[in-house]
Each structure stands twice: as C-alpha cells, then as structure tokens.
C-alpha cells in the first residue's frame, strides 16, 4: 500500500498480506499512517535470494515467449505506464510484458497479459519458482484480472502461474472470482475501520504475519498465550478457552481431565508439557522429563536407540534447497575421541566440494 496525495493506493500483495494475517495488514497500515513508529521485522536473507531467483525466472518465462514467436510488448517504467498498457490491449498485442493495471483503489503490474488467438481473449500469466500453485498466487492472479476488465473491459476467463518447474498451470476465473472479492471486501472494511489509537486485531496463531512476525510474537509472550505451549493445535487452544484456561500458565495449573473435546491422553500432553515450560523459566537448562515406552509398545520413543557405544558418530548435513539439485553445503560430525566428544566439519560451497566432503 502506498500514500498518494490524500489517497491510499492498494496492491495485490496486500490482499494476499489480509489473506494470512488480518493483524499484519493492520500494522502495515499503521507504519504507513505513523512511519518510524513502528518498525518491521529485518529483511528475510531467504526470501531475498528467492525474490532474485524469482526475477531470474521470470526473465526465462519472457525469453521462452519470445522463443515461441510472440510479439512483446515491454511497458515501460517511464512514462504513463497505465496509457502504454491500454494502447497495447488495443493493438492486441501477442504478450505484454509487466502491465499496469488499476481500479483507483487497487493497481498493479501484472507480469505477462498473453493473446489466445483464437478466443480474442488475455490470460493473466505469473511467474512463481513455486512447484505447484498456492491460495495465494490464485488470489493475486483473480485480482489482476479484476484490474485488468475495469480499467479496459477486458474479460478474463483464465489464470496461468507459470511454475519453477517449467509446468503451466492452468486455472478458470469462475472458479475462483467470488473467494477473492470476499477477501477484498474484508480487507477493504479492515482498512475503513482503521484507527491508528485503537488496538490492532488480535493476531491468530499459525498466521503468516510475514515482516510484523516478531510483534505478533511479542503479543502472544505478554498474554503468556496458549499457542505458546510446544505441540499445541489450533483446534486443542479453542477447547481449552471455550473451557476458561486461556493462558500457558493457567493449564500448568489447571485439572484438564474434563476438557470438553478433549482425551484424557491429550489434555494430560498438553498439562504436561505447560508445565514443564512454566517450570523452566529463567532456567539456562530447561527441565526436561523422559518418556517411558507405553506397556504394550516396549520398542518404541527412546527405547529405539541401541545402547550407548564408544563407537558412535552424531551426523547433520544442513543443505540448501534453492540450489539446482539442492548443495548439502555443511557436513558436520561428534565423535568421541579419547573419551571427549569432539566435532569435525567439512564445507561445501559448490557440486565438486560438495562431492570432495562426502
């Protein structure tokens, strides 16, 4: 979202911001109202690299267009951006390549507009290193389309992410047109509501609260929040509040054999292991408790490990994934060596180090 004059311009990204987490669109509104008030979290180093891939990738899916004899059209940054792509439309052009799309409230750049000439009809096409498409690439992709017939009447009637692996996955609007504009009416009615003093909505556990996370953090550390407690389903922290134990330390406390919704193994789990979290803190070493195989399971949980040997080696290779074919970059080892355990490790920085390290 961005401020112009006495407007706020919208993105697609931010309704796919609202789509996984009401509480980060919040806070991203309130950085826009109130900058330096509030300061998000540091650039993810992944992401960063996976956003230089992306550009790497879309500048393959381009090249293959090109490949394929299609007439380009490249909308320039300089210029009427939104004047170029309309003459573009109307010349039918075969591709158009970073479009520029608005509504007066939501505007964005799609990657390619491509002419199926035999239907006369655009497609709305994004590149994604993804494997398959996800929720949200569908919900971007809905509202470039949406963009894209109120700024020129151009009907859409399909959706294409052109994936990591080379695949074109395919997708009809109507599938899919109504999940959006309710995400876009919510998101809209989020930001009308906007007041900078009043509290932001409460972040939801196992939302992707992406740049705000450590805020999000913040707030469920401070209300010593049930989604604290290691294990804990979304689904278990609703049958717990609905039976009056709304935080970690009250269910260390609390008798959770008549939780409604709950077995007695697994309120007995989740008693547990709050207390045992609420028993380490300010702890350097946490309390721990070992688990006995159950009865009729002898050979299970730790009782799988064989018996402790002079002779026995602790192995980790930490890989990185975005790496074609993956790099097992690190290979580290603990082995006791003269009764101490002593660790070794072995670098790799590309294939044939990689290889030398194994």
């Given at each position: 979202?961005r401020?112009?004059?006495?407007?706020?311009?919208?993105?697609?990204?931010?309704?796919?911001r609202?789509?996984?987490?009401?509480?980060?669109?919040?806070?991203?509104?309130?950085?826009?109202?109130?900058?330096?008030?509030?300061?998000?979290?540091?650039?993810?180093?992944?992401?960063?690299?996976?956003?230089?891939?992306?550009?790497?990738?879309?500048?393959?899916?381009?090249?293959?267009?090109?490949?394929?004899?299609?007439d380009?059209?490249?909308?320039?940054?300089?210029?009427?951006?939104?004047?170029?792509?309309?003459?573009?439309?109307?010349?039918?052009?075969?591709?158009?390549?970073?479009?520029?799309?608005?509504?007066?409230?939501?505007?964005?750049?799609?990657?390619?507009?491509?002419l199926?000439?035999?239907?006369?009809?655009?497609?709305?096409?994004?590149?994604?290193?993804?494997?398959?498409?996800?929720?949200?690439?569908?919900?971007?992709?809905?509202?470039?389309?949406?963009?894209?017939?109120?700024?020129?009447?151009?009907?859409?009637?399909?959706?294409?992410?052109?994936?990591?692996?080379?695949?074109?996955?395919?997708?009809?609007?109507?599938?899919?047109?109504?999940?959006?504009?309710?995400?876009?009416?919510?998101?809209?009615?989020?930001?009308?509501?906007f007041?900078?003093?009043?509290?932001?909505?409460?972040?939801?556990?196992?939302?992707?609260?992406?740049?705000?996370?450590?805020?999000?953090?913040?707030?469920?550390?401070?209300?010593?929040?049930?989604?604290?407690?290691?294990?804990?389903?979304?689904?278990?922290?609703?049958?717990?509040?609905?039976?009056?134990?709304?935080?970690?330390?009250?269910?260390?406390?609390?008798?959770?054999?008549?939780v409604?919704?709950?077995s007695?193994?697994?309120?007995?789990?989740?008693?547990?292991?709050?207390?045992l979290?609420?028993?380490?803190?300010?702890?350097?070493?946490?309390?721990y408790?070992?688990?006995?195989?159950?009865?009729?399971?002898?050979?299970?949980?730790?009782?799988?490990?064989?018996?402790?040997?002079?002779?026995?080696?602790?192995?980790?290779?930490?890989?990185?994934?975005?790496?074609?074919?993956?790099?097992?970059?690190?290979?580290?080892?603990?082995?006791?060596?003269?009764?101490?355990?002593?660790?070794?490790?072995?670098?790799?920085?590309?294939?044939?180090?990689?290889?030398?390290?194994?």
């Amino acid at each position: 979202m961005r401020q112009i004059g006495n407007r706020i311009v919208y993105s697609p990204s931010d309704l796919v911001r609202f789509a996984g987490s009401a509480f980060a669109s919040w806070m991203d509104r309130h950085a826009l109202a109130h900058p330096g008030d509030v300061e998000a979290d540091p650039e993810d180093e992944t992401l960063a690299i996976l956003a230089k891939r992306g550009v790497l990738h879309e500048a393959d899916v381009l090249a293959a267009l090109r490949d394929d004899g299609r007439d380009v059209a490249e909308i320039s940054t300089r210029g009427d951006r939104f004047a170029a792509t309309t003459a573009a439309i109307a010349a039918r052009r075969d591709v158009i390549y970073q479009g520029a799309l608005t509504d007066g409230v939501f505007t964005g750049y799609a990657d390619f507009l491509v002419l199926d000439r035999e239907t006369d009809q655009y497609e709305i096409w994004d590149s994604k290193l993804a494997r398959s498409t996800k929720p949200s690439h569908v919900l971007q992709l809905c509202c470039y389309a949406d963009l894209l017939e109120a700024m020129s009447g151009e009907r859409v009637e399909l959706l294409v992410t052109a994936l990591g692996t080379g695949e074109h996955e395919r997708l009809r609007l109507s599938d899919f047109r109504w999940y959006a504009r309710n995400v876009r009416s919510a998101f809209l009615a989020l930001m009308a509501e906007f007041d900078a003093g009043a509290p932001a909505p409460e972040p939801r556990p196992g939302d992707d609260h992406g740049d705000w996370t450590t805020h999000a953090d913040a707030w469920f550390e401070g209300r010593d929040h049930l989604c604290r407690v290691a294990g804990i389903r979304t689904s278990q922290i609703e049958r717990l509040e609905a039976a009056g134990i709304t935080t970690l330390t009250a269910l260390a406390e609390s008798d959770v054999e008549t939780v409604r919704g709950l077995s007695r193994d697994i309120a007995w789990r989740l008693h547990s292991q709050a207390a045992l979290q609420a028993a380490s803190r300010d702890l350097k070493r946490p309390k721990y408790t070992v688990l006995e195989p159950a009865p009729d399971r002898p050979r299970s949980g730790l009782a799988l490990l064989p018996p402790a040997s002079p002779m026995d080696v602790f192995l980790d290779l930490e890989g990185f994934p975005l790496a074609d074919d993956g790099l097992e970059y690190l290979i580290g080892l603990v082995a006791a060596e003269s009764g101490k355990p002593v660790f070794h490790d072995w670098w790799a920085h590309d294939d044939a180090q990689e290889r030398a390290a194994f």
